[in-house]
């Protein structure tokens, strides 16, 4: 199993920046009050992406054998990301003002990155540990 170690992280991390990027275009669209940011083919592929990400996650962790609540820094990683998806919902689309939008938007971008730092690092303070 660990020959797939490379070749899944590789789609893992081309994943993570894709999402990441499709993000931050549809967030910075709804910032610039356009409706573009809600168009079926930015939730489709940002679900079609998000799909392939996820997939891959479960596949590593079990490439791996580190699993959420087990490990520390992937349980860290989990709860970062279930912040991050209902951020994103709030500045994406549930959000009722352009203000609640734009801080929440603003804050999952600040998550991701904090996600990131811990999934470099496998620390569950990511680049707070030192």
Request: aromatic share 10%.
């Amino acid at each position: 199993m660990t020959e797939f170690y490379l070749p899944l992280r590789t789609v893992h991390i081309t994943c993570a920046i894709l999402t990441v990027a499709i993000f931050t275009i549809r967030g910075l669209l709804m910032l610039a009050g356009s409706k573009l940011h809600a168009h079926a083919a930015a939730r489709w592929t940002s679900v079609a992406v998000d799909t392939v990400l996820f997939t891959t996650a479960l596949m590593l962790t079990t490439v791996i054998h580190q699993y959420p609540f087990t490990t520390g820094w992937l349980t860290v990683k989990v709860s970062l990301l279930a912040i991050y998806i209902v951020l994103g919902s709030v500045a994406l689309k549930r959000g009722r003002t352009p203000r609640i939008r734009a801080t929440a938007f603003v804050a999952a971008l600040a998550t991701i990155g904090f996600l990131v730092s811990v999934a470099r690092s496998h620390q569950p303070l990511g680049f707070l540990s030192g």
